[in-house]
């Protein structure tokens, strides 16, 4: 009797690698149906569970969609764009006016800023300056109405915290948690705010450290910025610090069409920020600097007086 090879038919095999995919499918749909549901109802489950997760402290800022300034107008006039920012600066308890988004900053002082409030872990709303179609002419409108040339800019409580500088000090010092608490209705007893001069008047009045003026050809707008800074302040120090280098590439200095000089750190000493608040001193240099400001993408600011800077040393 002929021993014939034995044919195993590959039907079995076939069927069986169908059912694995077939439940495969059935539980990948199972699963991602908990949130994202093709049938009705399905974007609801989604939302709510979004919304749950945007309460949680620190998250909600990076969920929350950003804030549209024009409503239903589409395009806003000078005038109705500043009104805008007004309207919206009331309206919120906290409100950054930023480049990007908190999920996506465009801008290192903004991201700067946003780790500064996740840390905290509040609540606020932002406004992107660089969306044009959602918030056009905003950009330059909340430099007017705040009298302050730079972003990202930070209100709680309907005024002025500071940018990304007097963030950072504020929030060193636990001032800006506190004026979160107290959403700016009451003055914080001690430390550096919004309306309170800086303490450290008293003392080392003379005491004077090095002021160091550029004047070189090949750096223009730092031999600018020296020259109008010692002919409106009573220097004590000065130090202009260019760090463009750093930021080589930058996207918002290319759209300026600056290549060079487009970022610059600088440290002034004077008693004439005696009894000035941290915003008052830097508004008083900015307003300085109004001419040169144009031709600068960004600027860091540290404002001291003799004794506050003598101190340090």
Not at 89 to 100: D, E, V, Y
């Given at each position: ?12 095999r076939r069927?069986?690698r169908g ?25 609801a ?20 969609p950003?804030?549209?300034l ?12 500043l ?8 309206r919120h ?16 002082f903004?991201a ?12 606020y ?18 430099k007017?109405y ?16 500071g940018?990304?500088?007097i ?15 107290q ?10 705010t919004?309306g309170?001069?800086?303490?450290g ?20 707008v730092?031999?600018?910025?020296s ?6 302040f ?6 202009v ?8 590439g930058?996207a ?9 000089e ?7 000493v004077?008693?004439?920020?005696a ?6 001193r ?20 540290v ?11």
């Amino acid at each position: 009797m002929l021993d014939l090879p034995t044919v195993r038919s590959e039907r079995p095999r076939r069927v069986c690698r169908g059912i694995r995919g077939v439940v495969f499918l059935v539980v990948l749909r199972f699963l991602s149906g908990a949130v994202f549901s093709v049938l009705p109802g399905g974007w609801a489950r989604r939302s709510q569970l979004c919304t749950r997760f945007s309460q949680l402290p620190g998250t909600a800022s990076t969920l929350w969609p950003q804030l549209s300034l024009t409503g239903s107008r589409g395009s806003l006039t000078d005038e109705e764009s500043l009104e805008a920012v007004s309207q919206a600066i009331q309206r919120h308890p906290a409100l950054l006016f930023m480049k990007g988004s908190p999920s996506r900053p465009q801008c290192g002082f903004s991201a700067r800023v946003v780790g500064i409030l996740r840390e905290l872990g509040v609540a606020y709303e932002h406004v992107n300056v660089l969306d044009e179609r959602a918030n056009p002419g905003v950009r330059e409108a909340v430099k007017v109405y705040s009298n302050w040339p730079t972003l990202p800019q930070l209100f709680v409580g309907g005024q002025l915290m500071g940018g990304a500088d007097i963030i950072a000090e504020l929030f060193e010092s636990g001032d800006l948690e506190r004026h979160f608490q107290q959403g700016a209705t009451a003055s914080v007893d001690s430390g550096t705010t919004l309306g309170d001069p800086v303490e450290g008047t008293a003392g080392g009045q003379n005491s004077r450290g090095r002021v160091l003026l550029v004047n070189d050809p090949l750096r223009p707008v730092a031999t600018l910025i020296s020259s109008i800074l010692s002919q409106t302040f009573d220097l004590h120090a000065l130090r202009v610090d260019d760090e463009s280098s750093d930021h080589e590439g930058d996207a918002g200095a290319l759209e300026m069409g600056l290549k060079s000089e487009s970022h610059f750190s600088l440290l002034i000493v004077s008693p004439e920020f005696a009894g000035l608040s941290s915003v008052e001193r830097q508004q008083k240099v900015f307003s300085a600097l109004s001419d040169v400001m144009p031709r600068i993408h960004a600027m860091s600011l540290v404002t001291k007086t003799p004794a506050e800077h003598s101190g340090q040393r």
